[in-house]
């Protein structure tokens, strides 16, 4: 049974960071590619980062390029998204997503704000 956990959502003001997390389970992540995406109500899931395995190469949206970071650790099957200089239009729930049976987490809400 694939099992997707994100954690790491909360509250921060705009300019504050914010790391998410994601726990893995239920299939081999070491040779998985892994994805966070983003929605809003009313608008279309968009993708916000990926990372491959095992090479780690990495793509962004335009939009948090030079903010954002992915990376992930085998060792834990854990990937993660450090998120830096957060707007208020980064405010989505996020979601982990692997393409092993297209699966997805529950998601985490991340809320920019004063």
């Known amino acids: 049974q694939v099992r997707l956990v994100e954690s790491g959502g909360g509250l921060v003001q705009p300019g504050g960071s914010l790391r998410l997390s994601c726990a893995a389970s239920?299939?081999?992540?070491?040779?998985?590619?892994m994805s966070w995406y983003r929605q809003n109500p009313g608008k279309e899931r968009e993708l916000v980062a990926r990372i491959t395995s095992p090479s780690g190469s990495t793509n962004y949206a335009n939009s948090v390029k030079g903010r954002f970071t992915i990376s992930r650790d085998n060792a834990k099957n854990t990937v993660y998204l450090q998120m830096n200089n957060l707007k208020p239009e980064d405010t989505a729930v996020y979601y982990c997503?692997?393409?092993?049976?297209?699966?997805w987490g529950q998601g985490t809400q991340v809320t920019v704000s004063s």
């Open positions: 997503y692997t393409p092993y049976r297209g699966s």
């Open positions: 239920g299939f081999t992540f070491s040779t998985s590619s």
